[in-house]
């Protein structure tokens, strides 16, 4: 089992910045990738970002490639979102899955467990 929880979310106006975080417990963390996804109302859920088990390999969505940065602390067993020169379309909830083949891809099917989501709102 692994247990998921994310935080740092919130309402930041356009340009602004926010740093999700990512906490996992359960399983041993440094064996399993981690990917972040979001979700707007009325959409379906997107991938926004995936990090393999080392760290070594990243994955970004076209749509946020240059703004946002995903990173991982095993050591803290903590996945991290920074996100800069936020947009309103980047309004959403935000959920954090891991995946326990270690790949890190970019399709939510891959994932076998999921947090609980924590809102950005992004106002122009």
Do not use: H
Not at 78 to 100: G, H, I, R
């Amino acid at each position: 089992q692994v247990q998921l929880a994310e935080s740092g979310g919130g309402l930041v106006q356009a340009g602004g910045s926010l740093r999700l975080s990512c906490a996992a417990s359960g399983r041993t963390f440094s064996n399993y990738a981690v990917g972040w996804f979001r979700q707007a109302p009325g959409k379906e859920r997107e991938s926004v970002a995936a990090v393999s088990w080392s760290g070594g390999k990243t994955v970004y969505a076209d749509s946020v490639k240059g703004r946002f940065t995903i990173s991982r602390d095993n050591a803290k067993n903590t996945v991290y979102l920074q996100m800069n020169s936020l947009k309103p379309e980047d309004t959403a909830v935000y959920f954090c899955a891991a995946d326990l083949t270690g790949r890190g891809t970019r399709s939510p099917y891959e994932y076998d467990y999921w947090g609980q989501g924590t809102q950005v709102t992004v106002s122009s």
